[in-house]
């Protein structure tokens, strides 16, 4: 136990060593892009730097599995450049059992970072993107809550909020749709209440539109206005409402499956997030599969000059590893795949592969 709880420790040392080494770069890469990004701009030192702070939780999210790899060559060189993994062999105990302290770490960063850190990347990259939008003028917004689907549109001249039932996949075309107009001191000036609302080249197209203006000193009711076709102007494009939605990372994994149901409701597909949202829960296993395909690679006596290919095999089939998983998760947004079969497979193909290196190298 004494022995566990010594490996554990290591490699939890050299994991945070290794995190905190390419939190440092990455904040200065970051840093420097934000200032190339607005330098130009009226953004102060402080927002840009605020900036950084925000966007750096979501890229070190992402490179969590690069991490845990250069983490686990790291601890067993060093273990074996000590002979300390010799000793432990001497003393009766496997490799294998040696391996099981550091993949019960690399599994608990894993829990860890799916229940705690992913909510804080998701709340983080949310507001990057609000202030960096806000800094680029770009006020175009949709989001679905329990009472439907919202968006907003707006200039310089004002707001206009646009809340509907339900859409259509691309979020082109609204049912039961109502906009309402705000000047840009937040007043509102006018509502608009139609079946339907299609997004045409620079304007909502609206069928049995109802008309209320709410800037007159007259009760709004009885200056009501009733159309059968009505053009709202819009600056929103199909492609701007789609990237509007934003990546799944963007919601927290707690309150993904209810977005899913909203978005099955509002008519949106949902299989994106559907897919992200096991892929996430599969990420302590692609965690586990990175330590035992490092494991695989650098658990043995170095001898000379095998350790550099040693080394560069493990991170070249962790890169492989890393693309198939890309590649299965592009299959399953597309719905080629099954989003349980896209999230788990490579982790789970990856965890098996390692495993049989390990029992060749040990067992023969």
């Known amino acids: 136990m004494i022995l566990h709880r010594y490996f554990a420790r290591r490699f939890l040392m050299t994991f945070l060593g290794v995190f905190a080494v390419f939190l440092l770069i990455m904040m200065f890469i970051d ?21 950084t702070l925000l966007n750096i939780p979501q890229g070190i999210y992402r490179i969590l599995p690069l991490i845990m790899i250069l983490a686990t060559i790291a601890l067993f060189l060093g273990l074996s450049r000590s002979s300390e ?25 894993g829990v860890l970072a799916v229940a705690i850190l992913n909510p804080i990347v998701a709340s983080t990259s949310k507001e990057y993107e609000t202030r960096g939008g806000a800094l680029r003028g770009d006020s175009s917004v949709l989001s679905i809550g329990s009472s439907g689907l919202w968006l907003r549109q707006g200039n310089a001249s004002g707001q206009t909020v646009i809340r509907a039932q339900s859409a259509n996949l691309d979020g082109t075309r609204l049912t039961d749709v109502t906009f309402i107009a705000f000047t840009p001191q937040g007043k509102p000036v006018r509502r608009i209440d139609a079946e ?23 009760v709004p009711e009885a200056n009501a206005t009733v159309h059968p076709a009505l053009a709202v102007p819009s600056t929103l494009t199909p492609d701007q409402i789609r990237d509007s939605f934003g990546t799944p990372s963007s919601i927290p ?14 008519g949106f597909s949902a299989q994106r997030h559907l897919v992200w949202f096991h892929t996430e829960l599969a990420l302590p296993a ?8 490092g494991a695989s690679f650098t658990l043995r006596h170095q001898r000379g000059g095998r350790t550099g290919m040693m080394v560069m095999f493990a991170i ?49």
């Open 286 to 293: 692609f965690l586990v599969s990175m330590v035992m395909i």
């Open 31 to 51: 840093l420097t892009e934000q200032f190339r990004r607005y330098g130009r701009s009226e953004a102060s030192t402080l927002e840009i730097v605020t900036l």
């Open 253 to 266: 994994i707690w309150e993904l499956p209810a977005f899913i149901d909203r978005l099955k409701t509002a």
């Open 316 to 364: 070249i089939l962790a890169f492989v590893i890393y693309f198939i998983r890309n590649f299965a998760l592009v299959l399953g947004e597309n719905g080629q795949l099954p989003a349980i079969l896209a999230a788990w497979a490579p982790p789970l193909a990856a965890i098996g592969l390692s495993m049989g290196i390990l029992l060749h190298n040990e067992d023969g």
């Open 85 to 109: 993994m010799v000793v432990t062999r001497a003393a009766g105990r496997s490799a294998l059992r040696a391996l099981a302290s550091p993949l019960a770490v690399a599994l608990a960063l």
């Open 196 to 218: 339907t609302a299609t997004l045409t080249s620079g304007a909502w197209q609206l069928t049995t539109a109802k008309e209320w203006m709410l800037d007159q000193d007259t």
